[in-house]
């Protein structure tokens, strides 16, 4: 009987933590979906993505940038090279709102997907099953930043050179 009381408050107290958790329910979705893509990429023999700050500040930037767009079809933009980069007029602009030197930026990449409501499962396989997969699965990358807004999810990942280390100018050795 004790245990079975024990039990019922654990699962208040659950119900109650998971309650007061709501507003922070953008972290769970990153969290949900940087373990999908690392399961993705241990399957592949890629070492996982870690969480990269400056690059998450630029994912947020560039989603709240790109929240009106409407979804295109299959929710994967079609461009002839994967990231938005060359649409976003003010991306340097953004980029320095970061505190992040655009020389670091260029061997990195920016991936979005429009999946209405950002259905998680969905969202994951627009990454894993669609032409992203090979950069989402490229030892070449090491970090990543999710942002998340309206419709849209953007990633942006990061290498571990200078050219995609998204550090700020002054940061000469945090690649090395
Ligand atoms: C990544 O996926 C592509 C197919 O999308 C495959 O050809 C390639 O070998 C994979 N790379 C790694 C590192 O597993
Ligand atoms: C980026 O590199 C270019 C060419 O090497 C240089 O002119 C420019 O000042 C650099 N930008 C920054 C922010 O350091
Ligand atoms: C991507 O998301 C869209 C919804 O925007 C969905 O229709 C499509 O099936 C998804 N594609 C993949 C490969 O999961």
């Not at 245990?3 to 659950?14: A, E, I, K, M, W």
């Not at 996982?48 to 079809?73: N, Y």
């Not at 994967?76 to 320095?96: C, D």
Request: charged content about 15%; proline content about 7%.
């Amino acid at each position: 009987m004790l245990s079975v009381r024990v039990g019922l408050t654990t699962f208040l107290v659950t119900h109650l933590i998971l309650l007061l958790s709501v507003p922070v329910l953008g972290d769970d979705e990153r969290d949900y979906l940087l373990q999908g893509l690392n399961s993705y990429r241990r399957s592949q023999g890629a070492a996982p993505l870690q969480m990269h700050d400056k690059a998450g500040c630029l994912a947020d930037k560039i989603a709240d940038e790109i929240q009106d767009r409407p979804c295109p079809p299959g929710g994967v933009p079609t461009t002839t090279s994967p990231g938005i980069r060359p649409q976003l007029t003010n991306y340097p602009a953004l980029v320095k709102e970061c505190n992040i030197d655009i020389n670091n930026t260029l061997d990195g990449v920016i991936l979005p997907v429009c999946v209405p409501k950002r259905v998680a499962t969905l969202v994951l396989t627009n990454y894993t099953l669609s032409p992203y997969s090979a950069s989402v699965n490229s030892t070449k990358y090491t970090g990543v930043g999710i942002g998340l807004e309206d419709d849209w999810t953007v990633l942006v990942l990061t290498t571990n050179t200078a050219a995609g280390s998204f550090a700020s100018a002054a940061c000469f050795t945090c690649f090395v």
